[in-house]
C-alpha cells in the first residue's frame, strides 16, 4: 500500500503513486441521491412495515396511538411525545451505529477513522482521511452498516414487544434509507478495475486512482 504523504499546507490532491493514472475526483450527485433516498424509504416502508404488520398487527399502533371506540367505529389519537421520542431516539442511535460499524470495518483494515458531523450534506461520516484505501477494503467498509444493521435489527420485529418492534422499523427504514450513499459509492467502485485506490482529502474531496494501463 502505497503511503500518502499529506501536508496539511498542500495541495488536496495527493501525489500519484507510481504505477498509478492521474486520479480522477469522485464526487455524489445529489439528484441521484435524493431518488435513493426516497425509494428506499418507500421500500422499506412496504417491506418492513408488511412484516411488522403480519407478526404484531394491531397491537403495534396501540403503542402509538390511543385507540378511542366511539358508537359509530374508533378514533385514533396520536401519542405525540411518546412517538418523538422513540423516532428521534431511533433515528440517533442509528446514526451513531451506523457510522461505527463504518469506522470498526476500516479499523479492521488498519487505516486510522476520523468521526464528524458534514451540516452542509446532512449527513454524519466516518472516514480514513489522507490515506490511500484499496477498492476492495473501501467496498466492505461501505456495505458492512447496511448488511450487518439490517441483518440484526430484522428479527427484533418478532418480539413480542410492540413498542421495540416498532422502534426496530424506524431504525430498519432509516439505516436502510441513509445508506443511499454507500449504495452510490459502492456501484461507483464496482465499475473500477481491481487494484484501484480510494483518497479521501477531506469531506468535500474524494479522488480514484486507477491502475495505470
Known amino acids: 500500500m502505497p503511503e500518502s504523504r499529506f ?7 495527493p501525489e500519484t503513486p507510481a504505477g498509478y493514472a492521474e486520479p480522477t475526483a469522485f464526487e455524489y450527485s445529489l439528484p441521484v441521491l435524493m431518488v435513493l433516498s426516497v425509494a428506499l424509504v418507500a421500500v422499506g416502508i412496504l417491506l418492513f412495515g408488511s412484516v411488522l404488520w403480519a407478526v404484531q398487527g394491531p397491537a403495534v399502533f396501540e403503542t402509538v396511538f ?13 401519542r405525540l411525545g411518546l412517538a418523538a421520542g ?10 451513531v451505529v451506523h457510522e461505527l460499524v463504518h469506522g470498526l ?25 489522507h490515506q490511500f484505501q484499496r477498492r476492495e477494503d473501501v467496498l466492505v467498509v461501505t456495505a458492512a452498516p447496511l448488511l450487518l444493521l439490517d441483518a440484526l435489527l430484522l428479527p427484533l420485529l418478532f418480539v413480542p414487544v410492540p413498542l421495540l418492534a416498532f422502534a426496530a422499523f424506524v431504525a430498519l427504514v432509516f439505516n ?35 491502475p495505470a494501463s
Open 176 to 210: 436502510t434509507a441513509g445508506a443511499a450513499g454507500d449504495l452510490y459509492a459502492i456501484a461507483s467502485l464496482l465499475r473500477r478495475p481491481e487494484g484501484t485506490l480510494y483518497y479521501d482529502s477531506d469531506v468535500r474531496h474524494s479522488y480514484v486512482f486507477e
Open 7 to 13: 501536508d496539511p499546507d498542500d495541495a488536496l490532491v
Open 66 to 78: 390511543d385507540v378511542q371506540q366511539t358508537e359509530t367505529g374508533f378514533t385514533l389519537s396520536l
Open 105 to 129: 470495518a476500516y479499523r479492521r483494515y488498519g487505516y486510522r477513522v476520523s468521526y464528524g458531523v458534514a451540516p452542509f450534506l446532512g449527513a454524519a461520516y466516518a472516514c480514513a482521511f
Open 86 to 95: 422513540v423516532f428521534v431516539g431511533t433515528v440517533l442511535a442509528t446514526v
